[in-house]
């Protein structure tokens, strides 16, 4: 019956990411006449001609691909926005703020509505960048859950995406080491006399590190 | 995940009040309740008023739906709600299913924890009383039928055993990733352990266990 590997098995799938990042807000630029929409998620339009409206992503990219509207990429996706994330990304050593789905909502833009991007090539390249200068961040961050007793993490800025990507491991490593911890534990490694000198670690360290 | 913040548990401010008031919808609600179910590793409250009201808007936009086709109205106007119809069903099928899994997973825990047992739904209950009908069925048929008689429960090792040592439980002590709306100042995660600062709007990897009555009370979401 129920194995306890399966329990760590990332809990939200690329897809049900996606499905969370639609419903974020953007601008659109209707190039039609619609009545508002009354819909369950909420009251949008109504849609005038060249009359901006905010939507959910997934209704701007149906409207897009009827070829209803363009879309207006949010500000944090300008060249000059995103050259200044990257720096700091590369400066810092802490993550930038970037919206939680900023890595499916620029999927999605860039899948569904190139030709409204304003360079879309350099976007699209500073995104991948700043995505990889992250993750390798996040890289070197497991090397501290692993060197230092750590019980409690503060994953300041991931984004869904990175979150749920670290998960699997994060969560695993940090039972691992809580459990190690448990009192029970200590005693027994604490009579083992050969043990690596750990007792520097052992203190009131608890200071949560910013990842 | 309360909707009337007034019977949500204390600390509740009224600019939070004021908060989810302008920002929650039953769709908003239907989601959080969504993302919390699948990523706690226990089974959680059914959201039973929630799961109704939603239950008939969809079931009010399948009419409307249904009224737009036949009265001509334009196939795009028609398409969106179908589209936002559909996102709608989907949460309501994938939470439901989420509860299922649980129960079929952990369905002997759930039965003799009453606390748990009381967190399903009536449809849910009958639901498990099959589950446990069958494993039982299932298990005595297969092996213990045939072991020696000291071995033929289905709860235990052997008569010997002190507690129902065979019933798969969901363990607490996972962590997992939460986030909260609002600061929630210095949170002692046990009593071994230096207090967290919770801090709004940022995530965290905490252990279930130590977070669960925030979980409950709907002041921290998990993510």
Redesign the interface.
Known sequence: MASQADAHAATFSAAELEFLAEDELIEIVPNMRMDPLNLICGDFGPFRPQIATQVPVWLAVALKRRGKCTIRPPDWMSVEKLTQVLEAERDAEKFQPLPFHYVEISRLLFDHARDDIPDIYMVRSLIEDIKDVRFHKIGTGLEIISRERTYALRLKNLSAMEANIVRPFVTRALQTFYKLNSPDMIQESDSVSNRQPQTANRGPRRQLKDR | METGAQDGSSGYSTMDDYESLIST????LL?RAW?NE??A?QILRFEAALIQRSRE??KL?EETVGEFTRNGI?P??V???Q???D??V?LLRSYLRTRLQKIE??VFHIQKTAELWNRLSRQEKRFAERCIEDMEKHLDQSVLSKLPSSYKSHLKQSSSSEEDDMV?E??L?????CRSKRFLGAFQ?DD???P??IEAD??????YKSIKPLVETGQIDL?
């Open positions: 919808t039953d769709a908003e989601k993302q699948k990523a590793p808007q969809i936009m334009d795009l106007t398409s969106l709600y589209m936002d119809l996102r709608t989907f997973k952990y798969p969901p363990r002590d996972t962590y997992v990733i995660l071994r352990q230096f967290v600062n940022d995530l965290y990897a905490l252990p993510v």
